[in-house]
């Protein structure tokens, strides 16, 4: 898989890093490297520039995300990993309202790395986050987004 990612044109590697981090500067610059060595090469590489992005640019990627405990629809590969790091957590009112809570405090969704996580644990996470400060739960963000990013990097090339 690593050598048909290499071989994509651009444009269509762009949008294969797309479902990985809905950053178009991100995916642009992801495949400007390329071609990668091995698929190490390509995660440490998407890594240090996910690492790089603003939150101007993060928001814009978590803005692409589904909610937690909602279904993603569609057929995009973005949906279906979606949709598989999700398949633990069912839709409940308490989780839509957690939700419904955290954007109000936040301004954006509420994201988790969802794989291998009940809906129990991920309600708790939620109601816990709530008390970040804004500067804290944007490392936070960060970080679960980060996680997100580099499994689905993984995905991408295996």
Known sequence: MLAHFNDLPPAAAQEALLACCASPGWAARVAGHRPYPTSADLI???VAEFDALSWPDLANALAAHPRIGERP???SEEAAWSRREQSE????????????????????LFL?????KSAPEILAEARGRLGNDEETERRVVRGELRKIVELRLERLVV
């Open 112 to 116: 988790i790395f969802a794989s291998g």
């Open 89 to 108: 957590v069912q839709g409940s009112a308490e989780l839509a309202e957690a939700n419904r809570v955290y954007e109000e405090r936040f301004g954006h």
């Open 44 to 46: 440490v590489t998407g």
């Open 73 to 75: 629809e569609g057929d």
